[in-house]
């Protein structure tokens, strides 16, 4: 199993970004899958999740009504539209998806959000 996200960066307050999560190792239409993030001196927190279908999405409070997760089956890609992007938007935000018992990662991807 592998998971690569993709897709960060050094944005403005009030811009946008796209994360990319490209999935490779296991059937990917089969499972949910999420977007965490950890900022510095804080604990990993849940961002955002969707379905295998990608019919079912739950967000985080602090980021609802301005991220917006979605996912290509055919690519086993995973995406996050980030927009009205804040200072405390700033994180690693890390690929997760769970197989059975097994938890898996990506690497993570930077996103600082600052003038």
């Known amino acids: 199993v592998q998971l690569v996200e993709s897709g960060g960066g050094l944005v403005q307050p009030g811009g946008s970004l796209r994360l990319s999560c490209a999935a490779s190792?296991?059937?990917?239409?089969?499972?949910?899958m999420s977007w965490y993030r950890q900022a510095p001196g804080k604990e990993r927190e849940l961002v955002a999740h969707i379905s295998g279908a990608g019919g079912i999405t739950n967000y985080a409070a602090s980021v609802k009504g301005r991220f917006t997760i979605s996912r290509d089956n055919a690519k086993s890609t995973m995406y996050l539209q980030m927009n009205s992007l804040k200072p405390e938007d700033t994180a690693v935000y890390y690929c997760n998806a769970v197989l059975g018992r097994y938890d898996y990662w990506g690497q993570g991807t930077q996103v600082t959000v600052s003038s």
């Open positions: 190792g296991f059937t990917f239409s089969n499972y949910h």
